[in-house]
Nanobody, 128 residues
Framework: QVQLVDSGGGLVQAGGSLRLSCVPVGHTFSSDARGWFRQAPGKEREFVAAISWSSRDTYYADSVKGRFTISRDNAKNTVYLQMNSLKPEDTAVYYC?????????????????????WGQGTQVTVSS
């Protein structure tokens, strides 16, 4: 069974940084795109960032542009989310997900149904 393990969350002060990682267990994807979503308490899950298989295309929610960077190391089958200048409103559970598409059309990268496997989530808490 394919599992995605996302990790790297924690408690950080506003202005600080964290790096999340996402790696599959039990499977090596050969051409997937991958994304990060987050869900804050009492809110719906929302798109954060996505990256194509080749890393040529990256996508970001407006709220994180300029602060977050998504990257991947296909040799390690791992995707990262570097989060800088964190704000209290970034507090949420962050989920990694993988899509069988190598890349996305239009704004499909932000649609949850485009992803077929999800991580268990990692908590990010930003204190003011």
């Amino acid at each position: 069974q394919v599992q995605l393990v996302d990790s790297g969350g924690g408690l950080v002060q506003a202005g600080g940084s964290l790096r999340l990682s996402c790696v599959p267990v039990g499977h090596t994807f050969s051409s997937d795109a991958r994304g990060w979503f987050r869900q804050a308490p009492g809110k719906e899950r929302e798109f954060v960032a996505a990256i194509s298989w080749s890393s040529r295309d990256t996508y970001y929610a407006d709220s994180v542009k300029g602060r977050f960077t998504i990257s991947r190391d296909n040799a390690k089958n791992t995707v990262y989310l570097q989060m800088n200048s964190l704000k209290p409103e970034d507090t949420a559970v962050y989920y990694c997900a993988t899509s069988p598409r190598g890349s996305f059309a239009g704004t499909d990268y932000a649609l949850e149904y485009e992803y077929d496997y999800w991580g268990q989530g990692t908590q990010v808490t930003v204190s003011s």
